[in-house]
T-cell receptor
Framework: NAGVMQNPRHLVRRRGQEARLRCSPM?????VYWYRQLPEEGLKFMVY????????ESGMPKERFSAEFPKEGPSILRIQQVVRGDSAAYFC???????????FGQGTRLTVV | KQEVTQIPAALSVPEGENLVLNCSFT??????LQWFRQDPGKGLTSLLL?????REQTSGRLNASLDKSSGRSTLYIAASQPGDSATYLC????????????FGTGTQLKVEL
């Protein structure tokens, strides 16, 4: 029973490029959460999705960031026109429902050069 | 707005010591509280999950307590070992959104031989 799988583990992008981060939840989990950990800061909630729906995106930056969780396939966090300040570790978590324990993936470390 | 504070920010102890990590939160309307471990460059490992109706949880050498009324939780580690060296994160889930977690900035623990 595989855990939450995130890929890639490390991603390097030049300023202005797009970054796509993928998250495959645990088997049977239909709730996905994305968090960002900036250098020297704590993890911050970004967005909460269920299959095909965004439930809460109160932590998402207003521009350049988007997330989806299609009916088939992984959840995708997309960052357009990346800037140096986007360099961070992005973690995904999944759960059976909104109130059962969420399990975290290993994270994707994005470096913008 | 929920704020989570962890004290101390860093801690260095000799092997074998018992130690206590502290977590405080400003809004007592929580659904649950979790303690995580994060190793450098790695993901989050859930250590203990305490539901709001519980007072404590134990797992091996770890014991976590929760006092909702005072907005505090402690993580007790007995007989510390060098392998316990990591950053310990406290996270609070709010009522109605259990897995939208608010994280503290962590306590960086080093257990020396």
């Amino acid at each position: 029973n595989a855990g939450v799988m995130q890929n890639p583990r490390h991603l390097v992008r030049r300023r202005g490029q797009e970054a796509r981060l993928r998250c495959s939840p645990m088997k049977g989990h239909s709730h996905v959460y994305w968090y960002r950990q900036l250098p020297e800061e704590g993890l911050k909630f970004m967005v909460y999705l269920q299959k095909e729906n965004i439930i809460d995106e109160s932590g998402m930056p207003k521009e350049r960031f988007s997330a989806e969780f299609p009916k088939e396939g992984p959840s995708i966090l997309r960052i357009q026109q990346v800037v140096r300040g986007d360099s961070a570790a992005y973690f995904c978590a999944s759960s059976l429902d909104s109130n059962t324990e969420a399990f975290f993936g290993q994270g994707t470390r994005l470096t913008v050069v | 707005k929920q704020e989570v504070t962890q004290i101390p920010a860093a801690l260095s102890v000799p092997e074998g010591e018992n130690l206590v990590l502290n977590c405080s939160f400003t809004d007592s309307a929580i659904y649950n509280l979790q303690w995580f471990r994060q190793d450098p460059g790695k993901g989050l490992t859930s250590l203990l999950l305490i539901q709001s109706s519980q007072r404590e949880q134990t797992s091996g050498r770890l014991n976590a307590s929760l006092d909702k009324s005072s907005g505090r939780s402690t993580l007790y580690i007995a007989a510390s070992q060098p392998g316990d060296s990591a950053t310990y994160l406290c996270a609070v889930g709010r009522t109605g959104g259990g897995n939208k977690l608010t994280f503290g900035t962590g306590t960086q623990l080093k257990v020396e031989l």
